[in-house]
């Protein structure tokens, strides 16, 4: 509970923070970013029911791939991890996208905003949790 608490908390800002530097990321007030993290938080959960399988094919398929001659040298370095990272990535930007669609005080100008605050996002988490320890 403490944890879903702190995501949200920390998302809150995050969002908070995007629209106030980002160009295209319009938030009414704290408030509507309060209601996105809630959104996003809940959505993310859900696509997280997705991820894990579509990255375990994914590997799946690297791994074979990985026994071409070519081609296995340049994904040993890529693993899993890239993998998964590069998924979270796509799947935050379509929450968010999926969100502007569903919230009136919430707007975003393309899909490259979309992309920009996916990746602000998840640097913001990491300095946030970092500084608090979680």
């Not at 009414?28 to 959960?45: D, G, H, P, Q």
């Not at 997280?48 to 074979?64: E, F, N, R, Y």
């Not at 296995?72 to 979270?88: E, H, N, Q, S």
């Amino acid at each position: 509970m403490v944890t879903a608490l702190t995501t949200v908390a920390v998302n809150t800002l995050a969002f908070f923070i995007i629209a106030k530097i980002l160009p295209g990321f319009l938030v009414k007030n704290e408030r509507t970013s309060f209601f996105i993290a809630v959104a996003y938080s809940i959505l993310m959960a859900f696509s997280g029911l997705i991820a894990v399988p579509v990255a375990a094919l994914v590997g799946v398929v690297l791994t074979i791939l990985a026994f071409i001659p070519v081609i296995g040298p340049i994904l040993a370095g890529a693993g899993l991890l890239v993998t998964i990272f590069l998924l979270t990535f796509i799947i935050t930007a379509v929450v968010l996208i999926i969100i502007d669609k569903f919230m009136d005080d919430f707007e975003m100008t393309s899909p490259t905003v979309a992309l920009i605050a996916s990746f602000l996002l998840a640097v913001i988490n990491v300095v946030i949790r970092g500084v608090l320890g979680v």
